[in-house]
């Protein structure tokens, strides 16, 4: 049973950082990608970044310089590092991943962590 376990939200300030984690645990091959989305009220879910086992990454236009994504793929987990964030940033971020597990290829969901971001 492959699970996705967050950390890392919570309460800041315009203009200050948060860093947002995500560890996959249970019998897992390899990581072919790991990724943030986030769902604000009334909106929909949208792709903030990912990144595959490689390394090679993607990001929001909306988070590009202010946002950074990267992996560890002996620890299984993925990390969202999120600076000069902004009230619209605000939202549930839920990690997901994309994984090599028995029988093959599965996508899995963390249950989602909330960031706020006062003005």
């Known amino acids: 049973q492959v699970q996705l376990v967050e950390s890392g939200g919570g309460l800041v300030q315009a203009g200050g950082s948060l860093r947002l984690a995500c560890a996959a645990s249970?019998?897992?091959?390899?990581?072919?990608?790991m990724g943030w989305y986030r769902q604000a009220p009334g909106k929909q879910r949208e792709l903030v970044a990912s990144?595959?086992?490689?390394?090679?990454?993607n990001y929001a236009d909306s988070v590009k310089g202010r946002f950074t994504i990267s992996i560890v793929n002996a620890k299984n987990t993925v990390y969202l590092q999120m600076n000069s964030l902004k009230p619209e940033d605000t939202a549930v971020y839920y990690c997901?991943?994309?994984?090599?597990?028995?029988?093959?290829?599965?996508?899995?969901w963390g249950q989602g962590t909330q960031v706020t971001v006062s003005s």
């Open positions: 249970g019998t897992i091959f390899s990581i072919n990608a």
């Open positions: 990144i595959t086992g490689r390394g090679s990454t």
């Open positions: 997901h991943a994309e994984l090599m597990v028995v029988p093959g290829r599965r996508n899995y």
